[in-house]
């Protein structure tokens, strides 16, 4: 059988289907059309369409199908069960195509379950089953209210019962695939042994590699391009250009808001998707049943933060026009894909053990001239680490740590107003947010090494949202990430960085800095040197 593909409109009284056939000699007496509560079927051999809607239709003489033979399709009008009632997301196919809901992504009663996806066809309709999901519903509408982003810490023993150490990806549900893709090139993975390696151990190496790929005097040197550079040398550097450009889609944003400014600024961005994300939905994003321990799905929207941060970077950098190193940068700067991390953070157990660096494998990857960290360091007091801080604010740490080690530029000011602009999507609402998931699917799917990411995490990411996301959590997340943005400040990015080796011993010595500290010692060694250039 072939899926056809379709498109719907409505007005008060029908859903209005077109569905597209090709190469057929239509015959009314070939079609069949079943209508059952909220399920529409048609069928003309070798065509077969399954819908489910949010509300139900009828059956009656007003059903009308015919042939349109200047488009070559089919036309069906399905009564609607009441008349002026608003079906919502009928744009959103793989919704509409995903089998009979058994269970929801939220429900208590699974949290130990592991995912599924439905291998049998269900279609019985009980009245105990539509209790049922109306209790469902009612527990997502509930979830969005109270949506706690505060990440369980939980002792190591027992940490991987929810990660399923050595797997990884959508659910920790996939394995033997990122290890098969070094070999074909595959640059993105930072860790040493993704299919043998545990969450916690994922973690540890994020951190000791962000701390040794950072890059101090790089960081130094485009800070003072930035603010003192000559217009020659930023024409070609292209920061100010780059800070000053905003994203398509938070552009789209913020011109809608202008337009409807009169109205409730808290209202929904209204987007029709276009043919080409249709499809997409249709052909590329799987059909599957979810059902999710509450954690994952918190986890699930987490991944879906860091991705939007990374997007938004990548375009920012090279302002709306996609490059071959696009993928990279998207894969490298989210820590769900390139350390296949979706824990980010480590728990009191894990913090208490010792985490050393050998000083071989420091030396080999760090550059030993650390010139500014062994100038005279500022005093400051530091306050104590919070081990049960929102996951929220870690996403913003980890996602700006990886944006100040990695991209041509490293630059505070853009990583901050990367995260300025995954605010204003996810305030946009769920649509805007898999319009951008949807594009970055994209990206990876057209790549021949990084397409893995899409079958270990991105299909399963994006048809779970699209079937699952709920427009109130999306909204929470967004109003949490603005007030974590709000108190965020220069002195809450911190790196280990060397500051000094004993050339007899080859002991390395390390130090804390944070970006703050960074910046007044760069700006400390300018004037300094300024200041001997008018001496002279």
């Given at each position: 059988?072939?899926t ?35 399920m ?83 279609d ?7 209790a ?57 993975n ?30 130094a ?84 933060l ?82 049960s801080?929102s ?43 898999i ?13 021949d ?7 270990c ?56 800095v944070?970006i ?18 008018n001496?002279?």
């Amino acid at each position: 059988m072939i899926t056809p593909q379709f498109d719907i409109e409505q007005d008060d009284e029908f859903l209005i289907i077109k569905i597209r056939i090709s190469n057929i000699r239509f015959s009314s007496n070939c079609v069949e059309i079943n209508i059952n509560g909220n399920m529409l079927i048609f069928h003309l051999s070798p065509y077969y369409l399954r819908l489910r809607f949010d509300h139900n239709l009828v059956d009656d003489e007003r059903a009308i199908a015919k042939f349109l033979p200047g488009e070559s399709k089919i036309l069906i009008k399905a009564p609607k069960a009441n008349n002026g009632e608003f079906f919502n997301d009928l744009d959103l196919h793989s919704k509409l195509l995903a089998r009979v809901n058994i269970g929801s992504a939220i429900n208590e009663t699974s949290q130990k379950n592991p995912l599924i996806q439905e291998i049998g066809n269900n279609d019985d309709n009980t009245s105990d089953n539509k209790a049922t999901s109306e209790e469902k519903i009612e527990d997502i509408a509930k979830l969005g209210e109270n949506f706690d982003w505060e990440i369980e810490q939980v002792e190591t023993d027992n940490f991987d019962l929810l990660n399923k150490a050595y797997k990884y990806g959508f659910n920790n549900n996939y394995s033997e695939l990122i290890g098969i893709s070094i070999s074909n090139g595959n640059d993105i993975n930072d860790l040493n042994d993704p299919e043998h390696t545990n969450s916690i151990d994922r973690i540890k190496q994020r951190i000791q590699r962000e701390n040794n790929v950072f890059d101090d005097e790089y960081y130094a040197s485009e800070y003072i391009l930035y603010k003192y550079g000559q217009d020659d040398d930023l024409e070609i550097n292209r920061i100010k250009y780059i800070l000053n450009y905003t994203p398509k889609f938070v552009q789209d944003y913020q011109n809608w808001i202008k337009e409807h400014s009169n109205n409730n600024k808290d209202a929904i961005m209204s987007i029709e998707f276009n043919e080409f994300e249709h499809r997409q939905m249709e052909n590329y994003i799987p059909r599957k049943e979810y059902i999710l321990n509450p954690e994952i799905v918190k986890l699930n929207y987490i991944t879906i933060l860091n991705l939007l941060f990374s997007f938004n970077f990548e375009s920012m950098e090279n302002e709306g026009e996609h490059t071959t190193e696009s993928v990279w940068t998207i894969g490298k700067l989210t820590p769900q894909i390139a350390y296949l991390d979706q824990q980010l953070m480590l728990p009191e157990s894990a913090l208490e053990q010792d985490s050393t660096i050998s000083a071989a494998d420091t030396i080999a990857t760090m550059s030993t001239n650390r010139s500014l960290l062994k100038e005279v360091k500022p005093d400051r007091v530091r306050n104590e680490k919070n081990n049960s801080e929102s996951i929220i604010k870690s996403a913003i740490i980890v996602g700006t740590r990886r944006s100040l080690c990695y991209p041509l530029h490293r630059n505070y000011d853009l990583s901050m107003k990367a995260w300025h602009c995954v605010f204003q999507t996810l305030k946009a609402g769920k649509r805007l947010v898999i319009r951008n998931l949807l594009a970055i699917h994209e990206l990876f799917r057209f790549h021949d090494v990084y397409y893995v990411y899409n079958k270990c995490l991105l299909d399963d990411l994006c048809a779970w949202f699209i079937s699952y996301g709920n427009e109130t959590i999306v909204r929470s997340l967004a109003l949490e990430l603005e007030n974590h943005l709000l108190k965020f400040t220069k002195d809450d990015i911190e790196f280990e960085c060397i500051s000094d080796i004993d050339m007899d011993t080859g002991a390395t010595s390390f130090e804390s800095v944070t970006i703050r500290e960074l910046e007044i010692l760069t700006e400390q060694m300018y004037q300094e040197n300024i200041n001997k250039k008018n001496t002279e």
